[in-house]
Protein backbone atom coordinates (compact mmCIF):
# COMPACT_ATOMS: atom_id res chain seq x y z
CA UNK A 1 0.00 0.00 0.00
CA UNK A 2 1.32 3.27 -0.16
CA UNK A 3 1.46 6.18 1.72
CA UNK A 4 -1.02 7.87 3.64
CA UNK A 5 -2.72 11.07 2.27
CA UNK A 6 -2.75 14.06 4.21
CA UNK A 7 -4.48 14.87 7.83
CA UNK A 8 -8.20 15.51 7.74
CA UNK A 9 -9.62 18.56 9.77
CA UNK A 10 -11.01 17.63 13.14
CA UNK A 11 -14.51 16.41 13.40
CA UNK A 12 -16.67 17.54 16.82
CA UNK A 13 -18.09 14.71 18.05
CA UNK A 14 -21.73 13.78 17.97
CA UNK A 15 -23.41 11.21 20.13
CA UNK A 16 -26.00 9.05 17.51
CA UNK A 17 -26.41 5.67 17.22
CA UNK A 18 -25.74 4.41 13.64
CA UNK A 19 -27.71 3.04 11.09
CA UNK A 20 -24.92 1.12 9.29
CA UNK A 21 -21.55 -0.44 10.35
CA UNK A 22 -18.92 -2.86 8.59
CA UNK A 23 -18.00 -5.17 11.00
CA UNK A 24 -14.32 -6.01 10.02
CA UNK A 25 -12.25 -8.59 12.47
CA UNK A 26 -8.65 -9.39 11.68
CA UNK A 27 -7.88 -13.06 11.59
CA UNK A 28 -3.85 -13.03 12.87
CA UNK A 29 -5.00 -11.06 16.00
CA UNK A 30 -4.37 -12.78 19.40
CA UNK A 31 -7.92 -12.76 20.17
CA UNK A 32 -9.46 -13.77 17.31
CA UNK A 33 -9.83 -17.25 17.00
CA UNK A 34 -13.07 -18.64 16.75
CA UNK A 35 -15.65 -17.28 13.89
CA UNK A 36 -17.93 -17.81 16.41
CA UNK A 37 -16.36 -14.71 18.45
CA UNK A 38 -17.41 -12.89 15.11
CA UNK A 39 -20.76 -13.95 15.08
CA UNK A 40 -21.51 -12.89 18.81
CA UNK A 41 -19.81 -9.57 18.08
CA UNK A 42 -22.05 -8.90 15.17
CA UNK A 43 -25.12 -9.78 17.46
CA UNK A 44 -24.61 -7.16 19.37
CA UNK A 45 -24.12 -4.56 17.27
CA UNK A 46 -27.61 -5.67 15.53
CA UNK A 47 -29.40 -5.90 19.28
CA UNK A 48 -28.32 -2.41 19.19
CA UNK A 49 -30.05 -1.59 15.69
CA UNK A 50 -27.21 -1.30 13.40
CA UNK A 51 -27.20 -2.79 10.32
CA UNK A 52 -24.42 -5.50 10.31
CA UNK A 53 -22.19 -6.63 7.43
CA UNK A 54 -18.97 -8.90 8.43
CA UNK A 55 -15.37 -8.45 7.02
CA UNK A 56 -12.81 -11.36 7.91
CA UNK A 57 -9.51 -10.04 7.01
CA UNK A 58 -6.17 -12.02 6.80
CA UNK A 59 -3.78 -9.52 5.47
CA UNK A 60 -3.26 -5.91 5.03
CA UNK A 61 -4.33 -6.06 1.62
CA UNK A 62 -8.13 -7.80 2.66
CA UNK A 63 -8.49 -4.45 4.90
CA UNK A 64 -7.83 -2.07 2.06
CA UNK A 65 -10.61 -3.87 0.03
CA UNK A 66 -12.59 -3.89 3.15
CA UNK A 67 -11.85 -0.10 3.33
CA UNK A 68 -12.67 0.78 0.56
CA UNK A 69 -16.74 -0.69 0.55
CA UNK A 70 -17.57 0.68 3.83
CA UNK A 71 -19.13 4.00 1.59
CA UNK A 72 -19.42 6.17 4.50
CA UNK A 73 -20.53 3.77 6.86
CA UNK A 74 -18.82 3.21 10.42
CA UNK A 75 -16.12 0.52 10.48
CA UNK A 76 -15.91 -1.32 13.33
CA UNK A 77 -12.15 -3.16 13.79
CA UNK A 78 -12.68 -6.52 15.82
CA UNK A 79 -8.83 -6.53 16.23
CA UNK A 80 -5.54 -5.73 18.24
CA UNK A 81 -3.47 -2.50 18.25
CA UNK A 82 -2.43 -3.82 15.17
CA UNK A 83 -5.51 -3.10 13.38
CA UNK A 84 -5.61 0.52 13.95
CA UNK A 85 -2.21 0.90 12.80
CA UNK A 86 -2.88 -0.71 9.76
CA UNK A 87 -6.41 1.37 9.33
CA UNK A 88 -4.88 4.63 10.14
CA UNK A 89 -2.59 4.19 7.28
CA UNK A 90 -5.37 3.43 4.47
CA UNK A 91 -6.20 6.60 2.44
CA UNK A 92 -8.85 8.86 3.20
CA UNK A 93 -11.95 9.28 2.37
CA UNK A 94 -11.85 7.92 5.94
CA UNK A 95 -15.28 6.77 7.89
CA UNK A 96 -15.52 6.78 11.27
CA UNK A 97 -13.50 3.91 13.33
CA UNK A 98 -14.40 1.90 16.35
CA UNK A 99 -12.97 -0.78 17.57
CA UNK A 100 -13.35 -4.38 20.10
CA UNK A 101 -9.99 -5.08 21.44
CA UNK A 102 -9.14 -8.35 20.84
CA UNK A 103 -5.71 -8.21 21.03
CA UNK A 104 -2.98 -8.79 23.69
CA UNK A 105 -2.19 -5.44 24.52
CA UNK A 106 -4.98 -3.28 23.94
CA UNK A 107 -2.97 -0.09 24.72
CA UNK A 108 -5.10 2.40 22.23
CA UNK A 109 -8.64 0.65 24.32
CA UNK A 110 -6.69 1.21 27.81
CA UNK A 111 -5.41 4.49 27.09
CA UNK A 112 -9.02 5.80 25.54
CA UNK A 113 -11.05 4.20 27.62
CA UNK A 114 -13.11 1.54 25.29
CA UNK A 115 -13.77 -1.45 27.40
CA UNK A 116 -12.54 -4.49 26.78
CA UNK A 117 -15.71 -6.65 26.83
CA UNK A 118 -16.64 -7.71 23.56
CA UNK A 119 -20.53 -6.80 24.25
CA UNK A 120 -19.84 -3.23 26.08
CA UNK A 121 -17.51 -2.38 23.18
CA UNK A 122 -19.85 -3.20 20.69
CA UNK A 123 -22.31 -1.26 22.33
CA UNK A 124 -19.92 1.67 22.63
CA UNK A 125 -19.34 1.25 18.94
CA UNK A 126 -22.80 1.86 17.79
CA UNK A 127 -23.92 4.64 20.35
CA UNK A 128 -20.34 6.28 20.94
CA UNK A 129 -19.08 9.36 19.39
CA UNK A 130 -16.26 9.69 16.67
CA UNK A 131 -13.76 11.66 18.37
CA UNK A 132 -10.72 13.11 17.07
CA UNK A 133 -7.55 11.63 17.33
CA UNK A 134 -3.97 12.43 16.67
CA UNK A 135 -1.64 10.59 14.76
CA UNK A 136 2.34 10.65 14.36
CA UNK A 137 3.25 11.69 10.45
CA UNK A 138 6.57 9.27 9.95
CA UNK A 139 8.90 10.01 7.16
CA UNK A 140 12.35 7.99 7.18
CA UNK A 141 14.21 5.43 4.85
CA UNK A 142 12.11 6.61 2.51
CA UNK A 143 8.71 5.65 3.96
CA UNK A 144 6.20 7.11 4.77
CA UNK A 145 3.63 6.21 7.82
CA UNK A 146 1.13 6.78 10.37
CA UNK A 147 1.85 5.95 13.83
CA UNK A 148 -0.83 6.06 16.37
CA UNK A 149 0.90 4.74 19.62
CA UNK A 150 4.78 6.53 19.20
CA UNK A 151 7.86 6.15 18.08
CA UNK A 152 10.89 3.88 19.61
CA UNK A 153 14.65 3.50 19.54
CA UNK A 154 17.20 2.01 21.74
CA UNK A 155 16.61 -1.70 23.63
CA UNK A 156 13.02 -1.89 22.87
CA UNK A 157 13.17 -1.01 19.05
CA UNK A 158 16.49 -3.57 19.01
CA UNK A 159 14.34 -6.42 20.73
CA UNK A 160 10.85 -5.38 18.15
CA UNK A 161 13.23 -5.79 14.95
CA UNK A 162 13.99 -9.84 15.84
CA UNK A 163 10.31 -10.29 16.82
CA UNK A 164 8.91 -12.07 14.01
CA UNK A 165 5.59 -13.98 14.59
CA UNK A 166 1.88 -14.29 13.37
CA UNK A 167 1.08 -11.14 15.86
CA UNK A 168 1.51 -10.28 19.71
CA UNK A 169 0.96 -13.50 21.71
CA UNK A 170 4.00 -15.22 20.99
CA UNK A 171 5.32 -15.46 24.71
CA UNK A 172 8.22 -17.54 23.15
CA UNK A 173 9.23 -15.62 20.51
CA UNK A 174 9.07 -12.12 22.34
CA UNK A 175 11.42 -13.72 25.07
CA UNK A 176 13.60 -14.85 22.29
CA UNK A 177 13.92 -11.85 20.85
CA UNK A 178 14.44 -10.15 24.67
CA UNK A 179 16.90 -11.79 25.37
CA UNK A 180 18.92 -11.43 22.17
CA UNK A 181 18.84 -7.85 21.94
CA UNK A 182 19.90 -7.60 25.53
CA UNK A 183 22.95 -10.02 25.22
CA UNK A 184 24.42 -7.61 22.42
CA UNK A 185 22.68 -4.17 24.10
CA UNK A 186 24.79 -1.39 25.46
CA UNK A 187 23.63 2.50 25.50
CA UNK A 188 23.65 4.23 22.65
CA UNK A 189 24.31 7.78 21.06
CA UNK A 190 20.85 9.45 19.60
CA UNK A 191 20.45 12.95 17.96
CA UNK A 192 17.39 14.28 18.73
CA UNK A 193 15.74 17.32 17.72
CA UNK A 194 12.65 18.35 19.48
CA UNK A 195 10.88 21.88 17.73
CA UNK A 196 14.08 22.87 16.18
CA UNK A 197 15.99 22.38 19.74
CA UNK A 198 19.02 19.47 18.94
CA UNK A 199 20.13 17.08 21.83
CA UNK A 200 23.03 14.75 21.55
CA UNK A 201 22.27 12.13 24.46
CA UNK A 202 23.07 8.49 25.38
CA UNK A 203 20.59 6.35 26.21
CA UNK A 204 19.31 2.99 26.62
CA UNK A 205 15.94 3.94 25.34
CA UNK A 206 13.88 6.75 23.48
CA UNK A 207 10.16 7.06 23.38
CA UNK A 208 7.90 9.65 20.85
CA UNK A 209 4.33 9.09 22.49
CA UNK A 210 1.07 9.84 21.15
CA UNK A 211 -0.47 7.62 23.91
CA UNK A 212 0.11 6.80 27.47
CA UNK A 213 1.12 3.03 26.87
CA UNK A 214 3.70 1.25 23.95
CA UNK A 215 4.62 -2.02 23.37
CA UNK A 216 3.37 -4.53 25.67
CA UNK A 217 1.51 -2.69 28.21
CA UNK A 218 4.30 0.08 29.16
CA UNK A 219 3.30 2.98 30.52
CA UNK A 220 5.70 5.30 29.05
CA UNK A 221 3.84 8.56 28.95
CA UNK A 222 1.01 8.34 31.47
CA UNK A 223 0.06 12.13 30.87
CA UNK A 224 -0.27 11.97 27.17
CA UNK A 225 -3.26 13.32 25.72
CA UNK A 226 -3.55 12.01 22.05
CA UNK A 227 -6.15 15.00 21.39
CA UNK A 228 -3.61 17.68 22.05
CA UNK A 229 -1.58 17.84 19.00
CA UNK A 230 1.76 17.11 20.69
CA UNK A 231 4.24 14.67 21.23
CA UNK A 232 5.72 13.14 24.36
CA UNK A 233 9.05 12.75 23.85
CA UNK A 234 10.78 10.33 26.76
CA UNK A 235 14.76 9.75 26.71
CA UNK A 236 16.00 7.24 29.22
CA UNK A 237 19.23 6.66 30.72
CA UNK A 238 20.73 3.63 31.36
CA UNK A 239 24.25 2.91 32.68
CA UNK A 240 24.33 -0.72 30.95
CA UNK A 241 22.87 -3.90 30.12
CA UNK A 242 21.71 -4.86 34.20
CA UNK A 243 19.79 -1.78 34.81
CA UNK A 244 17.66 -2.59 31.30
CA UNK A 245 15.18 -4.81 33.41
CA UNK A 246 15.04 -2.57 36.46
CA UNK A 247 14.03 0.16 33.59
CA UNK A 248 10.69 -1.98 31.89
CA UNK A 249 9.60 -2.70 35.40
CA UNK A 250 9.28 1.07 36.29
CA UNK A 251 7.89 1.67 32.76
CA UNK A 252 5.33 -1.66 33.58
CA UNK A 253 4.52 0.53 36.52
CA UNK A 254 3.76 3.99 35.12
CA UNK A 255 6.61 5.58 36.95
CA UNK A 256 9.85 5.65 34.60
CA UNK A 257 9.20 9.05 33.97
CA UNK A 258 9.35 10.46 37.96
CA UNK A 259 13.39 8.40 38.04
CA UNK A 260 16.77 9.93 37.85
CA UNK A 261 17.83 9.62 34.23
CA UNK A 262 14.78 10.31 32.59
CA UNK A 263 14.13 13.15 30.43
CA UNK A 264 10.75 14.61 29.39
CA UNK A 265 9.71 17.01 26.25
CA UNK A 266 6.69 17.74 24.97
CA UNK A 267 6.92 18.59 21.51
CA UNK A 268 4.90 18.89 17.62
CA UNK A 269 7.90 18.03 15.64
CA UNK A 270 11.11 15.47 16.10
CA UNK A 271 13.76 14.46 14.24
CA UNK A 272 15.46 11.12 15.60
CA UNK A 273 19.04 9.90 14.60
CA UNK A 274 20.98 7.03 15.96
CA UNK A 275 23.80 6.70 13.79
CA UNK A 276 23.06 2.82 12.84
CA UNK A 277 22.87 1.69 16.31
CA UNK A 278 18.97 0.81 16.49
CA UNK A 279 15.92 0.90 14.34
CA UNK A 280 13.44 3.69 14.86
CA UNK A 281 9.99 2.08 15.25
CA UNK A 282 6.47 3.92 14.66
CA UNK A 283 4.44 1.63 16.25
CA UNK A 284 5.23 -2.07 14.55
CA UNK A 285 7.25 -0.15 11.44
CA UNK A 286 10.91 -0.77 11.08
CA UNK A 287 11.60 2.76 9.46
CA UNK A 288 15.53 2.59 9.44
CA UNK A 289 18.53 4.27 11.88
CA UNK A 290 17.17 7.93 10.38
CA UNK A 291 17.27 10.57 10.56
CA UNK A 292 13.71 10.32 10.90
CA UNK A 293 11.26 12.71 11.02
CA UNK A 294 7.83 12.69 13.24
CA UNK A 295 5.19 15.47 13.48
CA UNK A 296 2.16 15.14 14.98
CA UNK A 297 -1.09 15.00 13.32
CA UNK A 298 -4.08 16.85 14.76
CA UNK A 299 -7.22 15.11 14.40
CA UNK A 300 -6.33 13.23 11.23
CA UNK A 301 -8.06 9.82 12.62
CA UNK A 302 -12.20 9.97 13.85
CA UNK A 303 -12.36 6.88 16.75
CA UNK A 304 -15.17 6.07 18.50
CA UNK A 305 -14.40 6.45 22.36
CA UNK A 306 -16.51 7.65 25.72
CA UNK A 307 -15.65 10.63 26.86
CA UNK A 308 -16.91 13.84 27.89
Do not use: K
Amino acid sequence: MGGPAEATRPVPATRAAVRHVLLVANARASGVRDPGQVRDVAAVLGEQGAGVETVVCASEEDLSAAWHRADGRRVVLMGGDGSVHAAANLPPPAPEVALIPAGRANNIAHCLGIPLAPSAAARLAVHGPARPLDLIDARGGGRVVRGVEGASAGFLALARARYHARNSADTRAAVRAGVAALARFHPLEVWLTHDGHGEDLWLAQLFVANIACFGTGLRVAPWADPRDGLLEVVALEAAGRRSVPVMLGRLRRGRGARCHGIHVWRAREVLVATRGASPVMVDTDDMGTGPVALAALPGALRLVAPGP
